[in-house]
Nanobody, 122 residues
Framework: VQLQASGGGLVQVGGSLRLSCAAS????????MGWFRQAPGQERGFVAA????????SYADSVKGRFTISRDNAKNTVYLQMNGLKPEDTAVYYC????????????????WGQGTQVTVSS
C-alpha cells in the first residue's frame, strides 16, 4: 500500500491550500479515508475523515468550518481543502485508511507514506 500526499507548502495566515493523497495497492473504494497531522514535538492527531462511499464526514473541532475533506473514488484520491489557515495548523499532514466501523472517531487508521509539510506564517 502506498499513500502519496502532496500539496503542502508555505502560506500566510488566512490563506488556503488543497492537499491531495493518491492511494495505490488497495481497493480504495472499500476504505474510509482520513487526514491526520503532526506538529514538532507533538503526537499525531486527527484532522478529518470521510466514509468510503456515502460522503459522510467527520472533523476535529479545531478545523470545523475551515477544512473540507472529499474524495474521488475513480481517481483513488482523497483531498483536504484548507481555508482560513492559522499558525497552529503548521504540521506534517498524513493521509490514512480504515475499515473500522468507528472511523468517525479516528479508530483503526493505517498510515503509509511520508506526509506533506504545511507551514503557516504570521
Amino acid at each position: 500500500v502506498q499513500l502519496q500526499a502532496s500539496g503542502g507548502g508555505l502560506v500566510q495566515v488566512g490563506g488556503s491550500l488543497r492537499l491531495s493523497c493518491a492511494a495505490s495497492g488497495l481497493t480504495f473504494r472499500s476504505y474510509h479515508m482520513g487526514w491526520f497531522r503532526q506538529a514538532p514535538g507533538q503526537e499525531r492527531g486527527f484532522v478529518a475523515a470521510i466514509h468510503r462511499s456515502d460522503g459522510a464526514t467527520s472533523y476535529a473541532d479545531s478545523v470545523k468550518g475551515r477544512f473540507t475533506i472529499s474524495r474521488d473514488n475513480a481517481k483513488n484520491t482523497v483531498y483536504l481543502q484548507m481555508n482560513g489557515l492559522k499558525p497552529e495548523d503548521t504540521a506534517v499532514y498524513y493521509c490514512a485508511y480504515s475499515q473500522n466501523v468507528n472511523w468517525r472517531m479516528a479508530v483503526g487508521f493505517n498510515f503509509w507514506g511520508q506526509g506533506t509539510q504545511v507551514t503557516v506564517s504570521s
